[in-house]
């Protein structure tokens, strides 16, 4: 597929590909052999990405890019730290994972979709979370001096990742610490939506500016129309360069004392690779801004490129998702999303707050229909809490829509800022619980464990759609910082109130009554709890009892404690990690009341989870399944007088 416009199927064959095992390889291609070679990765990545899903936009961007880097440098002895590394699957096809590994990555049997040091020598850093990259290739770069090191370490960035805060502290470092290091401004001008904030206009400006681009790339021919130029033209680069720094306004990087070099059409396979070359040599630190078209050779990517920077499986003739075009039951981020915008058509002081991410959060709807109370503040997670603090000391009704993983970034703003001070900041936290197909660095199993210990605020999980939007009242109606968690994807299919009903805090909810066994469940633990209770009751002939626990601090102590005296055993059911979660604070519950009855913690084991194909696939792979847990409870009753 040549040029952006065809929408054929690509081919399935890829003969040079297959033949790239590393580096050594590329640079027996010819010229035209490598632009092959990127068409036949772009094939790749799109018939993969077409089954398993994946970030595909940010990949076909970044082929020639990939392409150049592998021709000029030799990982792993030299290091890429690609940021965020979502875009790094090019990088995996040229470092020897082309196999079956990769037609089934982000897939239980496959590779990671990002970066990863257990995956590869040639990945120097994993990643997920944006922002990350500059700062770790700086201590790289630094560890390489002081040890007397004479490698390469190349920090791939993209735009949006210059609007994290990290970035910019670790851009603030960069000329004190090391003398070599090459950073590469991959700049499609998209985050996940489009790219927000001065950094991005600033960009732009660079892009577009024609005075900027013509002097800069052209210095030399302007000096000799300039008197005496000539002269300097003789005195060489270093001249050059004093003048140009006159005469052209030096770009931001320049002033981090970084060299600024481009910007350059990221898709000129052997303008890129020249850069490099440069970049490579230098005795400073360099920026190379090279601009890319995310989702570069396939119309459909680039036509949607917030569709396509992470698919789900799709049609690749016409780029349609698989998927119902419509979720049923409506997936959480747009029940949040929707219902936001009642609330905010409803008073204007309610207001909602995304970190580069109104899609998946489902602030798209807000952002569409009352834009004027939505804030998309770009990747900077920490600047959202804060800037949400301020908001409330001012008498409005923030509401931060940051999913769980990413607001771990904010954990120092959550306790100094927001709740030290009790201002009613509501945090929405989609992506509780499992992200299978991300992995690792997406799950949201931590909130309850960090939230836990922190005092002065509300933590609460839905068990339906219906009581998400309860429990946005509910926040709303109390004025302490409030935190509401939810899984990603569908929600359970039930009719959601016109009207809600905001909860009594700290009440939870029986949703049957049993006598032998009693299990407090949060979320979409319930339905696994109703369907032990079943099982149960049927096969072991004892009552079980369930409970919606619904808040999680604070905890319904007094229905807990009076339940727990006349159990058997107590169960908890939660899709976060074991270890200072739910079930952890059931027992410090029981054991500050001297209550003795046996407990089972049902929850994540204290160890990373990998990605997969689904939640049932990861749970079944950590003792999770539903036999697992029933199999936790039998083995525990064996212990008890039931
Ligand atoms: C801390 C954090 N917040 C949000 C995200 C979600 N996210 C993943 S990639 C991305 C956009 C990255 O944009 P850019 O760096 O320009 O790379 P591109 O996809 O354009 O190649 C975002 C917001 C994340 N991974 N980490
Ligand atoms: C790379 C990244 O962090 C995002 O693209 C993330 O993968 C989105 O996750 P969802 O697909 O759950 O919105
Ligand atoms: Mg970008």
């Known amino acids: 597929m040549n040029d952006d416009t065809q929408n054929n199927a690509p081919s399935e064959s890829y003969p040079l590909l297959s033949k790239i095992k590393g580096a050594s390889d590329l640079r027996e291609l010819s010229q035209e052999q490598l632009e092959t070679l990127a068409q036949e990765i772009r094939d790749r990545l799109i018939n993969v990405t077409s089954v398993n899903g994946g970030h595909l936009g940010p990949n076909l961007g970044v082929v020639e890019l990939s392409i150049a880097l592998h021709l000029v440098f030799n990982t792993p002895q030299d290091q890429f730290v690609f940021d965020t590394s979502h875009q790094g699957y090019v990088h995996k096809l040229l470092t020897g994972r082309n196999g079956p590994e990769f037609d089934g990555i982000r897939s239980s049997k496959g590779l990671s979709g990002f970066l990863s040091r257990d995956e590869s020598d040639h990945d120097a850093f994993g990643a997920g979370h944006a922002g990350t990259a500059l700062s770790a290739a700086l201590g790289m770069a630094t560890a390489r001096d002081a040890t007397g090191s004479d490698d390469h370490v190349v920090a ?8 994290c805060g990290i970035t910019m502290e670790a851009l603030n470092n960069v000329a004190e610490s090391t003398k070599r290091l090459v950073i590469i401004l991959n700049d499609n001008e998209w985050s996940i939506a489009k790219n927000v904030g001065a950094i991005s206009k600033y960009l732009n400006e660079l892009i577009t500016n024609p005075i900027y681009n013509r002097l800069h790339h052209d210095f030399g021919s302007f000096l000799k129309n300039v008197p005496g130029g000539d002269s300097l033209v003789k005195l060489g680069k270093k001249a050059e360069r004093g003048w140009k720094s006159m005469v052209v306004p030096s770009s931001l990087f320049e002033k981090f004392g970084v060299r600024y070099l481009g910007p350059i059409d990221g898709h000129d396979l052997p303008l890129v690779t020249r850069y490099l070359e440069f970049a490579r040599e230098s005795h400073e630190p360099v920026i190379v801004h090279v601009v890319t ?6 119309k459909p990517a680039i036509d949607f490129p917030e569709r396509f920077h992470g698919t789900s499986p799709f049609a690749i003739e016409s780029g349609k998702s698989n998927g119902s075009a419509k979720p049923t039951p409506p997936n959480y981020q747009d029940v949040f999303g929707k219902a936001m915008v009642k609330f905010a058509k409803a008073d204007t002081k309610k207001v909602a707050i995304t970190g580069a991410m109104p899609s998946g959060t489902g602030l798209i709807h807000l952002s569409n229909e009352v834009p004027e109370q939505f804030y998309d503040v770009g990747i900077a997670e920490e600047h959202a809490v804060l800037f949400a603090a301020g908001m409330a000391t001012r008498g409005l009704r923030p509401v931060c829509a940051i999913y769980s993983t990413f607001l771990q970034r904010a954990f120092d703003q959550i306790i100094h800022d927001v709740c030290l001070q009790k201002l ?7 992506r509780a619980g499992l992200s299978p197909n991300d992995g690792a660095t997406h799950h949201g199993l931590f909130d309850i464990s960090y939230l836990r210990m922190v005092p002065n605020l509300i933590t609460m999980q839905p068990k339906d759609e219906d009581e998400l939007v309860d429990m946005m009242q509910t926040a709303f109606d109390q004025d302490l910082p409030a935190f509401i968690r939810y899984p990603r994807g569908a929600g359970e299919g039930v009719t959601i109130k016109d009207e809600p009903k905001p909860l009594t805090i700290g009440k939870a909810e029986i949703l049957s009554d049993g006598s032998d066994i009693v299990i407090w469940a949060l979320g979409p633990m319930i339905k696994d709890a109703l369907a032990l209770k ?16 619904r808040f999680i601090k604070p905890l ?24 200072g979660g739910f079930g952890s604070l059931v027992a410090e519950t029981l054991s500050d009341e001297d209550v003795t009855t046996p407990l089972v913690r049902i929850g994540w084991p204290d160890e990373f989870v990998g990605h997969g ?30």
Do not use: W
């Open 156 to 163: 791939v960035c993209g735009d949006a990742a210059f609007t």
């Open 556 to 579: 319904d102590t007094e229905l807990l404690l009076a339940q727990a005296k006349q159990c058997r055993l107590l169960v908890t059911m939660e899709d976060g990690i074991r270890t």
């Open 424 to 430: 009613p900041v509501v945090f929405c936290m989609d």
């Open 534 to 549: 079943k099982k149960i009751e049927a096969e072991d002939g004892l009552s079980v009892g369930v409970i919606n626990a």
């Open 613 to 642: 194909d689904s939640v049932s696939d990861l749970r079944a792979r950590h003792g999770l399944a539903p036999e697992d847990m029933l199999a936790n409870i039998r083995a525990k009753l064996k212990t008890v007088d039931v």
């Open 293 to 298: 078209k995310k989702g570069k050779g396939y």
